[in-house]
């Protein structure tokens, strides 16, 4: 059974710091790998998709890595700012068109 | 292009009703999914529907039901509701492919359910 866990579950820097999130998974048979964005109350935004083939999607200030082989996906936001303050969840999409979630990492970031 | 639309946002209801949800996808997409977001077990899978027919289910009781029409808008159905029930309903849309890994998922900004 899929297991995806999160790293840590609270994060608080400074503007203007480089950072990075984790993402564990335990069974790399994969279709996907999303990371979303979500403020409080609200829904989800898709930020990066990275096929299961590919190893690394950019997209701005944001990077997002993959390896299959070790279970691991991170997301790299450079130059963090106020604005980047939410939860950031990543979601594996299994063979059966389902995506299995992370609890998340709460991302604050201060003024 | 309008993005994927839930109503209603905000339903409160008492245990024992049952409640439907819609959610109307992007246009063009044929995928539709459903998943409960709990502050306890945070986002499970409920189901998933492409093309009016139910593809995939999660661990879910038989009193969450959910059907998809021929325009891709989407229904879900609770029936006798319980407190456990309250929670964000999200639906996602996606075009559905089904080669490769290349679906995107968008999803709505979800309907709060409160049961008292």
């Known amino acids: 059974k899929q297991e995806v866990t999160q790293i840590p579950a609270a994060l608080s820097v400074p503007e203007g710091e480089n950072l990075v999130l984790n993402c564990s998974f335990t069974?790399?048979?994969?279709?996907?790998l999303q990371w979303f964005r979500q403020d409080p109350g609200k829904g989800l935004t898709s930020l990066l998709l990275?096929?299961?083939?590919?190893r690394e999607q950019t997209s701005g200030r944001l990077n997002a890595s993959l390896d299959k082989s070790s279970g691991r996906s991170t997301l790299y936001i450079a130059a963090s700012q106020p604005g980047d303050s939410a939860t950031y969840l990543c979601a594996l999409m299994d063979s059966s068109y389902k995506l299995i979630f992370g609890s998340g990492t709460r991302l604050l970031v201060r003024p | 292009k309008a993005g994927v639309t839930q109503t209603p946002r905000y339903l409160i209801k008492t245990r024992g009703q049952q409640v439907t949800l819609s959610c109307s996808p992007i246009s063009g997409h044929r995928s539709v999914s459903w998943y409960q977001q709990t502050p306890g077990q945070g986002l499970q899978f409920l189901f998933e529907y492409f093309s009016e027919t139910q593809r995939n289910k999660g661990n879910f009781p038989g009193r969450f039901s959910g059907r998809q029409f021929s325009n891709s808008r989407s229904e879900m159905n609770v029936s006798t509701l319980e407190l456990g029930d309250s929670a964000l309903y999200l639906c996602?849309?996606?075009?559905?492919?089904?080669?490769?890994?290349?679906?995107?998922?968008?999803f709505g900004p979800g309907t709060r359910l409160t049961v008292l």
């Open positions: 996602a849309s996606s075009l559905g492919a089904t080669a490769g890994g290349t679906d995107t998922q968008y």
């Open positions: 990275i096929q299961s083939s590919q």
């Open positions: 069974d790399s048979a994969i279709y996907n």
